[in-house]
């Protein structure tokens, strides 16, 4: 079978639509262009495993948890089930972080990316700052083996271990001029799509009753953890900037911080500036 014979099947068989298609292209097959390769016969291994693939996908199961890959800020992580699949809206957290970095800090940079799941924000940070110290930690076994293999997918080096927020980064007595976290938010009672609330991990997922559970747990004890000048940098749902605001002035009362929105407009990240100001 070549791929043109492949995505007519995939289209009118299959019933694939075209991002689908597309994302199998890309990252299984790793084509770009598939009217290069029009003609060319598809290896018949390759060509089941593709429609085993296809079955997984129709039966619900998410296509980055079958392809146990995800692109994320132009790097591919592995992903798999139990592990949160990383979000392109948390790359902005990436792209504002970076920047907060690169204004404020200068060179020997410590930071820990707290609920880690796959590495994807502090394995990026360390790709696109190299200079960069930084402390993966998560409460999850199976989030800490997939953020090891993607450290060295990656070629990076970084700290991996095992903590329920900040409580053994506080024992092991660390500090950091960055902390970032991307924690659980959703509210218990919250909607979500029936195919991540099936597949994806609760743990990653729910924040408590309010949704405010994690941010509450890392801002009370982040200044044992800080470094004299520092930054917290959250991934927030988008109705949360209200009651986030109270959290805030509640444990860093002296501090500036700032919303950003996201490319859709909506409130989706709150930096926290600790004894630093322009």
């Not at 997984?56 to 998410?62: M, Q, R």
Request: charged share 30%; hydrophobic share 35%; net charge negative.
């Amino acid at each position: 079978m070549t791929y043109k014979e492949l995505l007519r099947i995939s289209r009118e068989e299959y019933k694939l639509d075209s991002k689908t298609i597309d994302y199998l292209l890309k990252n299984y097959f790793k084509l770009e262009e598939i009217g290069k390769i029009n003609n060319v016969e598809i290896d018949e291994d390759k060509l089941k495993s593709y429609e085993e693939k296809v079955n997984l996908i129709k039966k619900g199961l998410p296509i980055q948890y079958v392809l146990e890959n995800v692109n994320f800020y132009g790097y591919n992580f592995h992903v798999k089930e139990g592990v949160l699949i990383p979000r392109f809206e948390t790359e902005e957290l990436v792209y504002n972080t970076k920047e907060y970095i690169l204004k404020y800090f200068g060179s020997d940079i410590s930071i820990i990316d707290i609920g880690t799941g796959s590495g994807a924000i502090g394995l990026t940070l360390k790709k696109e700052i190299p200079n960069l110290n930084v402390t993966l930690t998560d409460i999850s076994d199976i989030a800490l083996e997939v953020a090891k293999y993607n450290s060295e997918k990656l070629n990076v080096s970084v700290d991996i271990y095992k903590s329920n927020m900040l409580e053994e980064v506080i024992k092991r007595k660390k500090k950091f001029d960055i902390i970032v976290s991307n924690p659980p938010y959703l509210r218990k009672d919250e909607e979500i799509m029936d195919i991540v609330k099936q597949y994806e991990p609760s743990i990653a997922l729910y924040g408590g009753l309010d949704g405010l559970k994690y941010y509450e747990e890392i801002l009370k004890d982040a200044k044992k953890v800080l470094n004299k000048r520092a930054i917290l940098a959250f991934e927030i749902g988008s109705n949360q900037s209200e009651e986030l605001v109270k959290l805030v002035s509640k444990y860093f009362n002296d501090s500036n911080y700032v919303f950003k929105c996201d490319l859709q407009g909506r409130t989706r990240m709150l930096f926290i500036f600790y004894n630093i100001s322009d």
